[in-house]
């Protein structure tokens, strides 16, 4: 009985640690986001280099843009991994490690949560050509 408790417990607490792990990635990328914001407020250059940014992923929060732009201020297109292979183009050498890291909004029942997701440049990427 003691062995099932403790494998209960252990289960439990990698868990937990996860689940900390998860508040920390995003309170952390919440921070980045909002210190490059604050950056941009009394700066007319970087001002419009976000607004461009913002212009450029349109469907975008504020908060991820400011991410990207912080992370590649040269991005242009961007998507997942697995939305650049969708469209037949695929991560070039180490880029999977390159990612810009967003905050992805997710819905469970009623409540909203944040999830980071990793998106790519296609400047990082080699395929077939993508049509606009």
């Keep these: 009985m003691a062995n099932i408790f403790q494998a209960t417990q252990a289960r439990q607490d990698r868990r937990d640690a996860f689940v900390q792990d998860k508040k920390d990635e995003i309170a952390a990328l919440k921070e980045v986001a909002n210190e490059g914001i604050m950056q941009v407020g009394g700066n007319p250059e970087k001002l419009g280099a976000f607004l461009n940014m913002m212009v450029t992923v349109p469907s975008y929060s504020s908060r991820n843009?400011?991410?990207?732009?912080?992370?590649?201020p040269d991005a242009t297109h961007l998507e997942t991994s697995k939305g650049w292979y969708d469209v037949g183009r695929f991560l070039t050498g180490n880029e999977k490690e390159n990612g810009i890291?967003?905050?992805?909004?997710?819905?469970?029942?009623?409540?909203?949560?944040?999830?980071?997701?990793?998106?790519?440049?296609?400047?990082?990427?080699?395929?077939?050509?993508?049509?606009?």
Excluded: N
């Design 101 to 132: 890291k967003i905050l992805v909004a997710k819905q469970k029942g009623r409540k909203t949560y944040f999830d980071p997701q990793m998106v790519y440049d296609i400047s990082q990427t080699t395929g077939k050509p993508v049509k606009k």
């Design 65 to 72: 843009a400011m991410l990207v732009m912080q992370k590649k």
